[in-house]
Nanobody, 123 residues
Framework: QVQLVESGGGLVQAGGSLRLSCAAS????????VGWFRQAPGKEREFVAT????????YYAGAVKGRFTISRDNAKNTVYLQMNNLKPEDTAVYYC????????????????WGQGTQVTVSS
């Protein structure tokens, strides 16, 4: 079993930056990839970015490409999401999740989830 804990959310003005962290424990090595998703009030949870644990390969949703950067520190079993040039529409609860397959964008392809961290971007 994999345990995931997100941190780093908060309130920021439009144009600002935040860095989210996702600390993985348990059988983290059994997962090939970690993804970030977000869910705004009244909307479905949507894919943001994913990274391959070993290769470091990354894949982004179009809405965040060029503004967000996903990275990982294997020694710390931690995945980061650096979010720059934030917009009010980025406001959501952000979740990290692990998958046994690479480059998956569907919620159903991720089998372990963190509790989420709130990101609020004011205009």
């Amino acid at each position: 079993q994999v345990q995931l804990v997100e941190s780093g959310g908060g309130l920021v003005q439009a144009g600002g930056s935040l860095r989210l962290s996702c600390a993985a424990s348990g059988r983290a090595s059994s997962s090939y990839a970690v993804g970030w998703f977000r869910q705004a009030p009244g909307k479905e949870r949507e894919f943001v970015a994913t990274i391959h644990w070993n290769l470091g390969a990354t894949y982004y949703a179009g809405a965040v490409k060029g503004r967000f950067t996903i990275s990982r520190d294997n020694a710390k079993n931690t995945v980061y999401l650096q979010m720059n040039n934030l917009k009010p529409e980025d406001t959501a609860v952000y979740y990290c999740a692990s998958s046994t397959r690479w480059a998956q964008v569907a919620v159903s392809d991720y089998n372990y989830w963190g509790q989420g961290t709130q990101v609020t971007v004011s205009s």
